[in-house]
């Protein structure tokens, strides 16, 4: 038995395989296209690991997953393949449609086909779980009901219309073809191996580094805050017990203000790495220009998840941000590769 991970060499992707073969010892083939998210090191401490294959390729070539699906016999898929950050999605929305909407349904497909030739029982037990946001939810006023499964989707960004959009190809699988599916709409994650041009890796990176700490706004945008291994063991559980065609959202149950996460990690980072003048790293945060369609709060119900299959988080945030921080104060060289050429480049344009 075998699972296919697509996406599996950006953030949540590898964690979720590290963590897999950590756990247990089914076999894991991980696809990525190693685009500037996805990078290979990230996966480093499975080399040489009889149980793990990578192979570069996109969700988008389906001769490829077809070629993968039936060599490996695989018995499920996850799907973390996505162009993910709302910025970019505001500069270039092409690439977002591409790869979160057609690449999504090249995957549907190949899968489709796939499972056609499965006998009775591999059909039957065979799954596909497409990972996506709350952000397909859109937004909360400051005293609104956190989001539910049920709740109508009203994406406010481009890329959150683009998962949006995903999300509805893959029910429409379900409905049509009656493709065994599985859908996740996950809050914000953090934890160790996230790119640095979401909030708390740039924060740490640009601290360290003497820059501004760009902050939205007034700062007060609200977001529930999951760490990537909780989010991980949620992701097994509803692989292993979710009913088909069900949607599960997974929150952190820890809403906080941007800013309020901001000048946390200033406070861990003022104790761990002082600055050398003895003044706070607070002293670089920078209020700039919000952005276009900025959704002011995000909250996560996740009862649905606890009540049917026993899943709660288990990491507060307090401790969960510490080890992200110790994480990347102890792999200063990974981040220092992350953080090279285009990506400089992308974040001079996009925060002045």
């Known amino acids: 038995m075998t699972i296919l991970v697509t996406g599996g060499a950006g953030f949540i992707g590898s964690n ?46 389906g001769a490829l997953l077809g070629g993968l699906l ?39 497909e190949a899968v489709r086909a796939y499972v056609a030739g499965l006998d009775d029982a591999a059909r039957a037990s065979f799954r596909l779980l497409h990972v996506s946001t709350d952000e397909v939810y859109g937004t909360l006023a400051h005293d609104e009901a956190a989001f539910a499964e049920t ?17 509805h190809v893959v029910r ?15 809050s914000n994650n953090y934890g160790p191996l996230q790119f640095p041009e979401k909030l708390i890796p740039l924060v740490i990176h640009n601290a360290l580094n003497g820059k501004a700490l760009p902050v939205y706004g007034d700062g007060l945008q609200v977001r529930d805050w999951l760490y990537v291994g ?33 000048r946390t990690i200033c406070a861990l980072l003022d104790a761990r790495r002082p600055r ?14 919000d952005r276009p369609g900025h959704d002011r709060r995000y909250a996560i119900d996740a009862r649905k998840l606890e009540r049917e299959l026993g899943w709660r988080p288990a990491q507060g945030f307090e401790r969960g941000l510490a080890k992200t921080v110790d994480w990347y104060l102890g792999n200063e060289a990974w981040v220092a590769n992350v953080t090279s050429g285009a990506y400089r480049e992308w974040v001079a344009r996009q925060y002045g």
């Open 70 to 108: 039936r060599g490996h016999e695989v018995r499920a898929v996850v799907n973390f393949a996505a162009e993910s950050h709302v910025d970019r999605s505001i500069s270039g929305p092409a690439a977002f449609f591409e790869t979160n909407v057609m690449g999504t349904l090249h995957l549907l």
């Open 172 to 186: 429409a699988y379900r409905e049509t073809f009656g493709l065994p599916v599985l859908v996740t709409n996950c």
């Open 276 to 289: 050398a003048d003895g003044l706070s790293y607070a002293g670089q945060i920078t209020h700039v220009t």
């Open 151 to 167: 709740n109508p989707y009203k994406p406010n960004s481009p890329y959150a219309a683009s998962k949006a959009s995903s999300d």
């Open 16 to 61: 979720f395989v590290l963590d897999w073969l950590a756990t247990g010892d089914e076999p894991v083939v991980t696809l990525d296209a190693l685009t500037y998210a996805g990078n290979l090191a990230n996966l480093s401490p499975l080399d040489g690991d009889a149980r793990h294959k990578f192979v570069r390729g996109s969700i988008g070539d």
């Open 230 to 262: 909780d989010h991980c063991a949620a992701l097994r559980r509803v692989l292993e017990a979710g009913a088909p065609g069900e949607t599960y959202n997974v929150g952190g149950d820890n809403q906080k203000t941007n800013i309020e996460v901001v």
